[in-house]
């Protein structure tokens, strides 16, 4: 694994508002960014860092093994049950499948990052939901665990400069020591309703 450097940083703006939360966010969205570049860095004669195109040989030899996700099933029988049956669930939606990293499990960070780029729709929200959160308002929602434990939680908005991202808050660590969670487990995060109640669904994969 790559190590991220000083020159990693050369276009982030670093605000005098930033709390310890903005430079940790900050952190995982260059290596993010850096994880998915298509060049990479080579050391020009004066020690200095420079960009340079990959070719095709180059592109097999050096490129990043891709991280390999089960296939995106239908929600689990179970679950699917409890939602329906159990609380009079409906209309459910996949709304994330990811890989957690580090910060998504430290408890120091308590929350789960959901990268707007990498969620599958966002019609599980309605116009005043949108409106609630882009007034950076929370919506506490119930949240169903792979342990079929319902925890409420905060479902957030997060302008993060160059990324906006949807934030759960309240009680995740819990639910990260609850059910075990740990860095490079892939999870599945849906939605769905109770009457017009917007709630969650986690799976563990």
Not at 41 to 66: A, V, Y
Not at 141 to 154: D, F, G, H, R, W
């Amino acid at each position: 694994m790559e190590l991220l450097t000083s020159e990693d940083f050369k276009n982030t703006k670093i605000q005098p508002e930033w709390t310890a939360m903005d430079y940790l966010l900050e952190v995982v969205r260059v290596d993010q960014e850096k994880m998915q570049e298509p060049i990479f860095m080579k050391k020009k004669k004066n020690g200095r860092l420079k960009r340079k195109r990959q070719t095709d040989g180059e592109n097999n030899k050096n490129k990043r093994p891709i991280t390999s996700y089960p296939p995106k099933p239908l929600m689990p029988e179970g679950l699917e049950r409890h939602i329906v049956e159990n609380m009079g669930g409906s209309n459910c939606v996949l709304v994330i499948q990811k890989q957690l990293f580090f910060s998504d499990v430290n408890p120091q960070a308590s929350r789960l990052l959901i990268p707007f780029s990498q969620v599958e729709s966002h019609e599980f929200l309605n116009e005043s939901e949108v409106e609630r959160l882009k007034n950076k308002e929370a919506i506490k929602a119930c949240l169903v665990e792979p342990s079929m434990k319902e925890t409420e939680i905060n479902f957030k908005w997060w302008d993060m400069r160059k990324n906006l991202m949807y934030v759960i808050t309240t009680s995740w660590n819990s639910i990260v020591k609850n059910n075990r969670l740990k860095a490079e487990d892939v999870i599945q995060l849906w939605s769905f309703r109770v009457d017009s109640t917007l709630c969650f669904a986690l799976q563990k994969l």
